[in-house]
Structure formats: structure tokens, C-alpha cells
């Protein structure tokens, strides 16, 4: 089972497994109370979500993570790169814009008050509660999917995967303003690139991205060679 508790911003994907649920990304701070009210529409209390599968620390994808903590038991999945992020509050600025449009999206953004990209920085009590991927403690979670890691968005840049369906986070986008499923940032070309091969490779047949609706994975076929084209552009 696949719900979608998330907005129409940034999608937080809740799915199930036999060790509980698990819990793609939170969104922007100030959502919680948004997200427990979804959570309570499905039945669904907030001591059943067993993991929070953290696919990059971004503003939009961490914001009200601490909130999940406290009212949860929940150990959080992640790249060790994200550790600092976490602490720090505060997205990269690493590479640039991925068309005109996403970066005259991202100066409106600007506008609005999240030019700076900064979130609430992790709790130092909930700091025993973070499993990085390759570390010993991960080994020995249970955690019941697989993951790859597909950096390039941002250096810590994770994806999950579960039969056939791959969660990408932000390895691939769908809708505005994304050109030809391309996120709107991307931290290194090369290795954005890369994840998409990898993507492809690994066979799965839908991707669950972070912004927009589900679509074929076949789609990034149909897309790679563009990304030869792209010219990033800095904020700063």
C-alpha cells in the first residue's frame, strides 16, 4: 500500500511493510499539523510509523522532521552526508539551476521567503535515532527495502525501492517546473547523470518522485540525452 499524505508542493509517500510503516521525507516546516490530520483520516496512528526514509536533507523534505520524531518511535534511514546537514538547518548551494524556467522559479521562491532554504536543525535528542546506510546499526534495523544511492541532486541523495516501484526523491521530477523529468537544482551534473543510469539499470517499472505524479521509469530513457545539454545556473 502506497498513500500520499503529502501537498501538492512536495508529495510525503507513507508505505506499508511487514515491520510497519514506512515514511518518505516529511515536507516544509509548518506541515505536521496538516500531515497528523491525514494520518488520522487513514486510521493511521502516528506509533506505527516504524521508519522515516530520509531521501536528501533538503527545506522541503525535512521541515517538520522533529515534529515526526516526538510523536513517534521512529529511526530515521539516511546517507551519512546528510548528518550535517541535518544539524546545520540549511540547504547546499552546490550547482545551479537546471533551465531559465527553474530558476526564475527559484528567485519567485526567493520571493516568498525561502531563498535562504533554511529548516529547523535536528534535535540533539533525537540525534541516537539517525541510521546511516553502510553503518553497522543499519545493518542490524530490519529495515525491509532496498536502496540505492543516487546522488547528483545533492550529495547525499538516496532512493528507495520496493518491487517494482522506485521512490526517487528528487533523482527525477514531474511537473512544473521540471523540463523533461529533470529536477529544477542539481548539485553535480555528472553525478546526476550517473543515477539515472543507475535507475535504469536496476529495472523498475514506476518511479515515485518527490514533486509531481508517479511515472514510467522508461521516461528517463526518453529524457537522458538531454541532460548533456543542461547549463546550470548559480544562485550565488
Known amino acids: ?22 515514511l518518505i521525507d516529511t515536507g516544509y516546516a509548518g506541515g505536521f499539523p496538516r500531515f497528523r490530520k491525514q494520518l488520522k483520516k487513514h486510521g493511521i496512528r502516528p506509533e506505527e510509523i516504524r521508519y522515516v526514509f530520509l531521501t536528501h536533507a533538503h527545506d522541503d523534505h525535512v521541515g517538520f522532521l ?6 513517534t518511535g521512529a529511526e530515521v534511514i539516511l546517507h551519512p552526508k546528510a548528518v550535517e546537514g541535518l544539524k546545520r538547518g540549511q540547504n547546499s548551494f552546490d550547482g545551479g539551476c537546471s533551465s531559465l524556467r527553474a530558476y526564475l522559479f527559484c528567485r519567485l521562491l526567493a520571493l516568498f ?3 535562504e532554504h533554511r529548516y529547523p536543525p535536528i534535535k540533539d535528542e533525537y540525534l541516537d535515532r539517525l541510521v546511516p546506510i553502510g ?4 545493518a542490524q534495523s530490519g529495515f525491509p527495502c532496498e536502496i540505492m544511492e543516487t546522488p547528483g541532486h545533492t550529495a547525499d541523495h538516496i532512493s528507495l525501492v520496493m518491487g517494482d516501484s ?7 521530477m514531474n511537473g512544473f517546473p521540471s523540463v523533461r523529468r529533470t529536477i529544477i537544482w542539481i548539485g553535480n551534473l555528472a553525478e546526476y547523470k550517473k543515477s539515472w543510469e543507475v535507475i535504469l539499470r536496476r529495472g523498475s517499472a514506476v518511479l515515485y518522485p518527490a514533486h509531481g ?13 538531454s541532460l548533456k545539454r543542461i547549463r546550470l545556473r548559480p544562485l550565488r
Not at 499524505?5 to 510503516?21: A, E, H, M
Request: with cysteine; net charge positive.
Open 113 to 115: 521567503g525561502h531563498g
Open 1 to 22: 500500500m502506497v498513500l500520499n499524505l503529502g501537498t501538492r508542493v512536495v508529495n510525503n509517500y507513507l508505505i506499508s511493510s511487514d515491520k510497519g510503516y514506512i
Open 135 to 138: 553503518s553497522g546499526r543499519f
Open 213 to 225: 505524479r508517479p511515472f514510467p521509469a522508461a521516461d528517463l530513457r526518453k529524457y537522458i540525452g
Open 166 to 172: 522506485l521512490f526517487c526523491g528528487d533523482a527525477a
Open 66 to 71: 522533529n515534529e515526526v520524531l516526538e510523536a
